[in-house]
């Protein structure tokens, strides 16, 4: 059975600091590895998604990478700013439902000024 | 250009109320979700219309329906609220699926039941 574990729950960082946050899965046989953030009290917003084939994706100071021999995604965050402060979680397909994405319960990250 | 709209916001009920959850899109997609969000854990599925006339039961379907009115309505009921179904509800939208595309979140529903 697919599980998503993201660890750690919380972190906090000084501001300008480059910063990695994991996610990890049991099953290496998926689809994509999917990254969304979570502002406090909204939705959520999709930053990135990597297919299988892929090894990194980049979109702007974001960068993921998928290592799915060791069931392993990392997204790393350059320069980081106050306004990255936020619950950043990821999903991966179910490999036996086109259409249910299983999540990790998400890491809070907190940028001090 | 709005997204995914929920309605309401917030929401209290009293243990064995009923209540719709309703959601739309603008952006033309297939396929509409509906999840809830609680606490320490992530986010885990109701249920979701692949395409326009189609539901089918996700990880937690017990105790909600739904209706995928059309394109772009896709709206949640409570018949009888539970205590257990305290949580925050989030209404997706994505053109087909997840193995290939990106989901659109609305902004989510705050439920309580007592």
């Known amino acids: 059975k697919q599980e998503v574990t993201q660890i750690p729950a919380a972190l906090s960082v000084p501001e300008g600091e480059n910063l990695v946050l994991n996610c990890s899965f049991t099953?290496?046989?998926?689809?994509?590895l999917q990254w969304f953030r979570q502002d406090p009290g909204k939705g959520l917003t999709s930053l990135l998604l990597?297919?299988?084939s892929q090894r990194e994706q980049t979109s702007g100071r974001l960068n993921a990478s998928l290592d799915k021999s060791s069931g392993r995604s990392t997204l790393y965050i350059a320069a980081s700013q106050p306004g990255d402060s936020a619950t950043y979680l990821c999903a991966v397909p179910l490999m036996d439902s086109n259409y249910q994405l299983i999540w990790g319960a998400g890491t809070k990250l907190i940028i001090k000024p | 250009n709005a997204g995914v709209t929920q309605t309401p916001k917030f929401q209290v009920l009293k243990t064995g109320q009923s209540m719709t959850l309703q959601c739309a899109q603008d952006m033309n997609h297939n396929s509409m979700y509906w999840y809830r969000q609680d606490p320490g854990m992530g986010l885990r599925l109701i249920y979701y219309s692949a395409s326009e006339g189609t539901t089918d039961k996700g990880e937690v379907p017990n105790g909600y329906n739904v209706s995928r009115l059309n394109k772009r309505e896709f709206s949640l009921r409570l018949e009888s609220a539970a205590p257990s179904q305290t949580s925050v509800y989030f209404c997706?939208?994505?053109?087909?699926?997840?193995?290939?595309?990106?989901?659109?979140f609305g902004p989510g529903t705050r439920l309580t039941v007592t």
């Open positions: 099953d290496s046989a998926i689809y994509n």
């Open positions: 997706a939208s994505s053109p087909g699926a997840p193995i290939y595309y990106e989901q659109y």
């Open positions: 990597i297919q299988s």
